[in-house]
Nanobody, 122 residues
């Protein structure tokens, strides 16, 4: 399974960006897709995740991005998006896409895509 992320860039405070991540390969079911970020000198932190359950999809956000970021899924394309609004300098980080994918041959496995840099600066 490969995860291809895109959409990072440099913006000014208050502007928006949209990150995309598409999963490809041997995929039976995607259980979780989401985004983490790591700022220079800091630990990696969860930004937002989407989780599939038997009844409904569940989204989760870091407190620092609630109300500004929105995660969404395109199930037909095995993709996840992160719409980031009202960006702040403290959002500057390398954003990485992750997915928990189930296949009959391997069971449930966590995968990571390459990071995409988001820089928010005036």
């Amino acid at each position: 399974v490969q995860l291809q992320a895109s959409g990072g860039g440099s913006v000014q405070p208050g502007e928006s960006l949209r990150l995309s991540c598409k999963a490809s390969g041997d995929i039976t079911i995607i259980n979780v897709m989401g985004w983490y970020r790591q700022a220079p000198g800091k630990a990696r932190e969860l930004v937002a995740t989407w989780t599939r359950t038997a009844t409904t999809d569940i989204t989760k956000y870091a407190d620092s991005v609630k109300g500004r970021f929105t995660i969404s899924r395109d199930k037909s394309n095995n993709a996840v998006y992160l719409q980031m609004e009202s960006l702040k300098p403290e959002d500057t980080a390398v954003y990485s896409c992750t997915a928990n994918v189930y296949t009959y041959s391997r069971g449930s496995v966590d995968y990571w895509g390459q990071g995409t840099l988001v820089t928010v600066s005036s």
